[in-house]
């Protein structure tokens, strides 16, 4: 499923310059480049860091496929543009795919997911555009807004043909191409994802 890293012109890069300048004044928090913007994400809180290792535990018994959390993927949508997703499921050569920024070639990305945070609109608009220019061919969206699971498959062009949206009671079943059979309870999910409520 990998390819050959792609280059990249080494040109001057001023936003990705800047972007790691905010990550090291704003430790914890996500900057990515996405369609030539900056965007900043909060911190994580534990809801979604609980969320997002139950959704990486089957993962680890796959054997060629590792799931990683915040590592940057490359995608062809600008020359600065990288996005970070919450995990990623890659293949186990991944190291061989470095193209620049601690960023990775996304021929060798099976899946990317995402826990929704203040910035939801982000993980269900910008970020579907730029997973489906990236060929990334399962991207899985816990939505805790919305208490929901998306899972959107088969991309084209700038979205994806196959958008299925689950909620609690539901087992879903990822396709085999993340790298094995995957079964996901949607209600343990959300629950683990729920935010903090104050008071």
């Given at each position: 499923?990998?390819?050959?890293?792609?280059?990249?012109?080494?040109?001057?890069?001023?936003?990705?310059?800047?972007?790691?300048?905010?990550?090291?004044?704003?430790?914890?928090?996500?900057?990515?480049?996405?369609?030539?913007?900056?965007?900043?994400?909060?911190?994580?809180?534990?809801?979604?860091?609980?969320?997002?290792?139950?959704?990486?535990?089957?993962?680890l018994q796959l054997g060629l496929v590792r799931p990683l959390p915040g590592i940057g993927l490359w995608p062809p949508t600008g020359p600065?543009?990288?996005?970070?997703?919450?995990?990623?499921?890659?293949?186990?050569?991944?190291?061989?795919?470095?193209?620049?920024?601690?960023?990775?070639?996304?021929?060798?990305?099976?899946?990317?997911?995402?826990?929704?945070?203040?910035?939801?609109?982000?993980?269900?608009?910008?970020?579907?555009?730029?997973?489906?220019?990236?060929?990334?061919?399962?991207?899985?969206?816990?939505?805790?807004?919305?208490?929901?699971l998306h899972v959107l498959t088969d991309p084209v062009r700038d979205s994806y043909a196959t958008h299925h949206i689950h909620t609690a009671?539901?087992?879903?079943?990822?396709?085999?191409?993340?790298?094995?059979?995957?079964?996901?309870?949607?209600?343990?999910?959300?629950?683990?994802?729920?935010?903090?409520?104050?008071?």
């Open positions: 499923m990998s390819a050959a890293a792609v280059e990249r012109p080494h040109a001057d890069r001023p936003l990705i310059a800047e972007a790691n300048l905010i990550m090291e004044r704003l430790p914890g928090r996500r900057v990515e480049i996405i369609g030539g913007q900056l965007l900043l994400s909060p911190a994580r809180d534990g809801p979604h860091s609980g969320a997002l290792m139950l959704f990486a535990a089957p993962f600065e543009d990288y996005v970070i997703p919450d995990l990623s499921v890659v293949d186990d050569d991944y190291r061989d795919h470095l193209v620049e920024n601690s960023c990775y070639d996304p021929a060798c990305f099976r899946l990317v997911m995402e826990v929704t945070s203040s910035n939801w609109k982000t993980d269900l608009r910008a970020k579907v555009v730029s997973y489906a220019k990236a060929k990334i061919p399962v991207y899985v969206i816990i939505d805790r807004r919305h208490q929901r009671g539901e087992l879903v079943t990822l396709p085999e191409s993340v790298g094995g059979k995957v079964a996901l309870d949607v209600a343990e999910l959300l629950k683990a994802g729920e935010p903090h409520t104050n008071g």
